[in-house]
Structures are given as C-alpha cells and as structure tokens.
C-alpha cells in the first residue's frame, strides 16, 4: 500500500459515500509481505516517523516495567488466568451472558464478521437513526463493521483521534494503538484541512501543524457528532464473567463520550476477551497500560454493569464474536496467541515493524502478533498469510516483553510449520524450495554427507583461492537475494573437519 | 591444576563453522586445550536442523536430530561456538522429537540439551574462568545476537570474557539488543528488510571506529560483514572464540 505523499493528489468529494471512502484494496488481496513491503521501506519519512515513535514508547515501557518489582510473577499470573479463561471458556461465556442478561443487556453471538455486522446493523436501524459513534476497537476493525455500515446507509463515525486521523485520510490504520503512527503533524494538518470540511465542522482555514490546534480541530469537529449520535459503538478490553461487567481502558475520553451520551451502546467484543473475576481483572489493570502506552495507569478507565436508570444509554447490547477464535483454541500451540490483551508491546519492539510499519501486515493486527493472530484466523491459503509467519527474523524482542506470555517467536515456527504442510498438501509436485530442504534434511541426517557436499565448497575455495569475498550473484532466488546487497565470504579449501582429520593423522 | 583438567569435551563444530569458518571451531579447540581440557571432534556431526525447524521443515529436520544424538550420547560436555546452533538444539530438539512421535528421541534429547553447552558459557559456568590468558591489543564493539541472549540465555558471559582479555578496547555498539536482521533464512525470504535491519547494524558498528565486529555467532557475522564488506567499511568480523585464541606468544596450533 502506498502512502500519499503529494497534496496535489487530494481527492474529490465522493458525494455517493456517507463517510471518507477507505483504501480500495482488500487485505487478502494484498500481495505477500516480502513484495508489499517494498514501498514502505523506500520511505524515509515513514521510517522516521516510526522509528521516532517505536523508540520512545519502547523506553517508556521498560521503564515502567523495571519500576514493578514483581512483574514476572505478574505475567505468569496474567498468563495463567487467560489460560483458564481459555479451557474453560464455555463455561465462562455463559456464566458471563448470564449476569449481563440480568444486568440488563441484551446479548447477541456472531459466529463470523458477517453475522456481527448483520447484529449492528440490525440494532441501528431499529433505532431509526443514520450514524454511530465509535470508540476505538479492534474488533469491529476485524469485522470490517464501518464499511458494512456504510453499505446500509449508516455513517460510522471514528472518534479515537488517530483514528479520525485515518478515517480522514481514507486510509488504514498501522498500529493497533497508534493506528496514525506513520503520519507526522504536517501531514495530519493537510488531512484535516483537506477532509474534516467535508464530513462535519471543518478544520481553521489558517491551522498550524502545532498537535494542541491539531487537537482542537478535532475536538470541535467531533463534539457535534458527540452530541447528536443516539448510537455509539464500542468493543471491550475485557469483560469480568461472574459479574456481567464491561471494561475499556483509554487515553483521550473521547471513548467515554461514546460510552455515556447515545441512548443505545453496542459492544463487539471477541470470545477471549473475558476475565473470570474482578480480582483478576486487577492483573490486567496493571499490566496493560505499562505494556501499552508506557503508562502507571491508563487516563480513563470505564467500567459498567448493566443499565443504570437514568445514567447514561438505556438500551445495551453485546456482540460476543468467534470469527475464528474457536478455531484458534483448537491447536494447543497457536491457542497461545489467544491470551493477547493487543497492548502493542510486541510491534513496538519489533525490529521488522520499527522498519516497515503496519500496512505491510495485511490485516488490521499487525507485528508480531498479527503474524501469529492473522493467518491462524484466516488461514493459510492467500499469498499474504502464507508469508506472514516468515515475517520475522525470530530475534525474540517480543517473547521478552509480551505482558501475557505469549512465545510469539516458537509460534511463528509453529505457523510456519503449518504454511510448509498446506503447501505439500496443495501441490503434490515439489517446489524447488521443498526440493532444496528436502535435499538439506538428507545431507545433514549424517557426518560423511555433509563431509561430501562440502566437496563442492572446497573446489570453489581452492579455484578462487585469492578472492576473500563474493560479490553478487545474478541468479535469480536466494543466491541474488542474499548478494544483492551483501558479499558472502568465500569458502576455504580446507573444512574444519579435514583440519581436524589432518591433525589426528599427525599425532 | 587447569581448570580443564580430567574433563573431555566433544566439540559440535556447527555445519557452518565446519563448511565456511573452521577457524572459529580451531580457536576453540586451542583455548579449551590450553585450559587443560581433551577435546574429541565427532566426525559423524552434522547440523542443528534450525534452518530446517525454522523454516517450517519439521519432517525434514527429524534426522539431524537423530544424528545430534547418536553422535553426542556418550559425552558429558558437548560445546559448540554458536548461541544459535546451541540454543536450537536445546530449544527445539524436544519439540523436533515430539513432532517424530518418538518417545525414545524425545527423552533423549531432553536429557542431551542438558550437556548442551555454548562456548562462552562452558568458559565461565563449567571451568569457571573468565580470564582465558587471551592477548588482543585491539578496538573491538560486541554484539551480543539474539539467540545468544534470548534462546541459548548465555547473559554477559561473552563480555566477562572480553573484559579479561589483556590490550583490548571494547567499544559499546549502539543499540546493541537489536537484531542485526539475518534471521536464518528470513535473510532471503525477506531479503529488503533482512538488509534494511543489517546496515543499520553495520552502519552502527561502524560509528564506534572498531576494527573487529565481535559476536558469538558466526552466521549472523557473516550477514552483518557482508554488508560491511560491501561497503568497504574497513570493519572485520571476528567471532569471540578467535579472540580468545590469541595470545602474546602467539597461535600454539
């Protein structure tokens, strides 16, 4: 995906549209992440913007981690009640839609995207009304909710600052946090003067890149949409089972707006997303926004249980989603990645991201998560999923910092594994890749083979013998791929085996 | 009495080292020598199998692990000077031998990692020295390698060995943690990010004005020197064992 970078590239009003038309391209339709990684690392603007950002939150997150004396017994604990959470989760997702239901809100079950926006439609047009709210939600993201919206005549509203940075920008977000991290101020600048005229109040003819008149654009521009939606729209960050209570931690209270001024909340919240208690919910508090934002404690924290007469909406719906979770819980090594709390520690330590963002990622998980999270969700049919498990040099930067205790790297493998697998199953005649490990397994099943191929390296060394380096290579598959850019040593005439061998001999 | 004294350590060479650096697993056999230890070369080794577990080939690696433990069973110290290769082998063997179906492997294996020893580590938690009698009047700046630090967990051993080398200046590397981008073969399945990761290693190696790279992996050396290399930076890489190796008198071997 390319970014604009030309203002001479704004776009015209598209007046068939309610909402900023997003980015044309399906994610499965995006090409594998080696190829669509390509624009992005040849933009310096970008890579500057992430590396600015990923660094300093990074710092933040340490540091607030090292302030915690105990914060490895508090992973293994978050790590082992997200992991009841997982064995017993039929028992705890009624037990949770039990004490909703009894608080007041009506429940819904979405086995798939489809069936969850059919949910939020449905509700909303009940309503009589042409436009939501929005908190900030992976969830609704992961179901596609605004565009299904749009397609039955309703406006969804993004009210996360970054996230009308993006929606304004008729792009898609990079970051499950920060989803406008590979935007800079003048670059949100031009978006809102260019966009926010033509959706609601428009942006100051004379506003500056300076982030508080940025902020105040924004702010002004969503307070009208504040005041007269009558239905927001939220996903959860947690819900605790044995009392039926929702919970959203955020930075900006603009999710707080959503959350109390419509009549009518709608929440969209994945399977996995339930505590058992709220003495666990207190593991989670403290971990997430240290892992997240670098933060001691998240700026608002919005829990409720049910309709209060009177305080806020007084029609509350939960949308409890699958869309592949069960799935996931079925493979005993990937149901791991199911634990995820999305704190985004992973993709801001992730060297791979810090270079390439999020777009790359082809699903709105991106990083080292989305690389486990996605193709286990989707599959492992499409070009871009089947390469998402190679996305990674396996550093384990990620393992290390992952509040819940994912082993995200050994999952990569794992998923790896399983691209290997599908592939044999697909096409039956070997590709030259299979054929090359094939051959690779063989050779090193013993000493004397390996001791015979090495016969190869020896001639090259010994005919070569004055050159140190090879330059490139212009063949085209992993010898280019690797000499494009790099010399790779020349080999020596002499292995380390017929050194040793040699050594014996003059014993 | 060396340190060494009455031990025998089987070297694991690494098929790499064996095929493209035999000088790293020379320096190794001069310094655990020099420290009074028997060093036996198996010649039946191969390879780890992690290019081969990490690229998703889980059947085709079942036979280097057999191989691994076939070859190393009767040893109580198996060494090799590769955080990666090592850390694979403790890692990964095991769930190479469950993915086999091989209860027989599986035990074998678990029970083999636990000999399973980097060399820097062996150095340090086995003899128990850090001062190795090594000489090396030179500028160098360490990186530590990922699997180093966060599968083979060798922690500061490679630099409590540096430290006591006599002539040294070691010269901190820049944002030393981050992976150098090599990745196996993440270096040419993502080729573009793989390089993008590796010449801001490069280019960091560099700014500290060091004449020698040090690292205890020669793969991820060979990645970052190639980019070194074809920058003509003047910087060498250098693994840590040849550094140990050298002293005052000069190479015994």
Request: aromatic fraction near 6%; glycine fraction near 8%; charged fraction near 25%.
């Amino acid at each position: 995906m390319t970014i604009d970078q030309s203002r001479s590239t704004r776009r015209e009003v598209d007046r068939n549209r309610l909402t900023p038309a997003p980015p044309t391209e399906s994610y499965l339709g995006m090409p594998a992440f080696p190829k669509g990684v390509k624009s992005e690392l040849g933009n310096q603007q970008l890579r500057r913007n992430l590396r600015h950002a990923t660094t300093t939150i990074r710092g933040k997150r340490a540091m607030r981690q090292a302030e915690v004396h105990n914060w490895q017994e508090m992973r293994t604990a978050a790590e082992q009640i997200k992991n009841r959470v997982g064995r017993h989760l039929d028992h705890y997702l009624i037990q949770a839609e039990e004490k909703m239901t009894a608080a007041g809100i009506t429940v819904h079950w979405a086995r798939d995207a489809e069936e969850a926006n059919r949910i939020v439609v449905d509700i909303t047009k009940s309503k009589n009304t042409d436009e939501v709210v929005k908190i900030k939600s992976m969830a609704t993201q992961e179901t596609d909710l605004n565009e299904a919206l749009e397609e039955a005549g309703i406006a969804a509203w993004e009210t996360d600052l970054a996230e009308l940075i993006v929606q304004m920008g008729h792009d898609k977000p990079s970051h499950i946090l920060v989803p406008a991290i590979h935007r800079n101020r003048s670059e949100v600048r031009e978006i809102f003067l260019d966009e926010m005229g033509n959706w609601g109040a428009p942006a100051p003819a004379d506003i500056s890149d300076d982030p508080p008149e940025l902020a105040n654009a924004a702010r002004l521009h969503l307070r009208e949409k504040f005041l007269r939606a009558e239905v927001g729209i939220s996903g959860g960050n947690f819900i605790v089972a044995d009392t039926g209570s929702l919970v959203i931690v955020e930075s900006e209270g603009n999710g707080r707006m959503c959350l109390t001024l419509p009549e009518t909340l709608i929440s969209v919240v994945g399977i996995e997303k339930l505590v058992p208690t709220f003495d666990d919910l207190e593991v989670f508090l403290r971990l997430l926004p240290r892992s997240s934002t670098g933060e001691r404690m998240n700026p608002y924290t919005s829990i409720w249980t049910g309709v209060t007469e009177g305080d806020g909406p007084q029609d509350l719906h939960v949308v409890l989603l699958d869309n592949g979770r069960t799935k996931v819980l079925e493979d005993p090594v990937g149901r791991e990645a199911l634990r995820c709390i999305r704190c985004s520690a992973c993709m801001n330590v992730c060297p791979v991201y810090e270079r390439v963002g999020g777009h790359a990622y082809g699903s709105v998980y991106p990083g080292p998560i989305g690389s486990i999270l996605t193709p286990q969700l989707r599959g492992v049919s499409s070009p871009i999923d089947q390469s998402l498990p190679f996305a990674s040099s396996l550093c384990g930067a990620c393992d290390e910092v992952c509040p819940v205790k994912i082993p995200i790297s050994d999952i990569l493998v794992h998923m790896r594994h399983k691209v290997v697998e599908y592939k044999k199953g697909k096409r039956p005649i070997p590709t030259g890749e299979r054929v090359l490990f094939k051959g690779l397994g063989w050779m090193m099943a013993k000493g004397n083979r390996l001791a015979g191929a090495q016969t190869f390296t020896k001639t090259a060394g010994k005919l070569f013998k004055r050159k140190q380096y090879i330059g490139p290579i212009p063949i085209p598959g992993y010898a280019a791929n690797w000499t494009n850019a790099r010399d790779i040593p020349m080999p020596p005439a002499q292995t380390f085996r017929d050194w040793w061998a040699e050594r014996e001999d003059t014993k | 009495m060396a340190p060494g004294d009455g031990k025998t350590v089987a070297l694991f060479a690494t098929c790499i080292n064996d095929t493209m650096f035999p000088s790293t697993p020379k320096a190794v056999v001069q310094v655990l020598e020099r420290l009074g230890c028997k060093v036996v070369f198996p010649k039946s080794q191969s390879c780890c199998g992690q290019m081969l577990t990490n690229t998703g080939y889980y059947d085709e690696a079942i036979p280097s692990v057999r191989n691994y433990v076939k070859t190393f069973d009767e040893y109580d110290y198996i060494v090799g000077p590769s955080g990666s290769c090592i850390g694979a082998v403790r890692h990964q063997h095991p769930m190479i031998a469950r993915h086999a179906k091989d209860e027989g492997l599986e035990t074998a294996t678990e029970d083999i990692v636990q000999r399973t020893y980097d060399f820097s580590e062996f150095l340090v938690d086995v003899l128990g020295v850090e001062d190795v009698g090594a000489y090396f009047p030179h500028r160098v700046t360490f990186h530590p390698t990922c699997h180093s630090m966060r599968i083979a967990k060798v922690g500061d051993k490679p630099q409590r060995l540096l430290r006591a080398v006599r002539g040294i200046t070691l010269l901190e590397l820049p944002q030393a943690d981050q992976c150098c981008g090599f990745g196996g073969t993440f270096s040419v399945k993502n080729p573009d990010v793989s390089v993008a990761m590796g010449t801001d290693k490069a280019r960091n190696a560099a700014s500290t004005g060091a004449e020698y790279l040090v690292a205890g992996d020669n793969a991820c050396l060979m990645h970052i020197g190639g980019i070194l290399n074809r920058g003509n930076t003047g910087v060498q890489r250098i693994h840590l064992a040849e550094i140990l190796a050298n002293t005052e008198e000069g190479a015994t071997l």
